[in-house]
């Protein structure tokens, strides 16, 4: 069962750094986009940045200039580098991901979330 865990939230201060990482596992056969989204309290989930199979990257305005995407194909993973960070980052991050399982059929994948809290 194809499954994306993230891991690397937490709490920091405005003008600090914090660096997501979303792992992919189970049985993939090719993953096609992968990228961040975010959802404040009260507020929609919002697209952060997206990273295409052969490294295109697309990112909010709200966060270029401050954030960078990258992924590692070999191990199936996608990162956010988010530096700068100010109090409206602060949100429950999400991963997704593009995903044609070994059992074949595309499919949107999402993790569970993680929650980054930027404090001014």
């Known amino acids: 069962q194809v499954q994306l865990v993230e891991s690397g939230g937490g709490l920091t201060q405005a003008g600090g750094s914090l660096k997501l990482s979303c792992a992919a596992s189970g049985g993939i056969f090719v993953i096609n986009d992968m990228g961040w989204y975010r959802q404040a309290p009260g507020k929609q989930r919002e697209l952060v940045a997206t990273i295409t199979a052969g490294s295109t990257t697309n990112y909010a305005d709200s966060v270029k200039g401050r954030f960078t995407i990258s992924r590692d194909n070999a191990k199936k993973t996608v990162s956010l580098q988010m530096n700068s960070l100010k109090p409206e980052d602060t949100a429950v991050y999400y991963c997704?991901?593009?995903?044609?399982?070994?059992?074949?059929?595309?499919?949107?994948?999402w993790g569970e979330g993680t929650l980054v809290t930027v404090s001014s």
């Open positions: 997704n991901a593009e995903i044609i399982p070994s059992t074949g059929g595309a499919k949107y994948y």
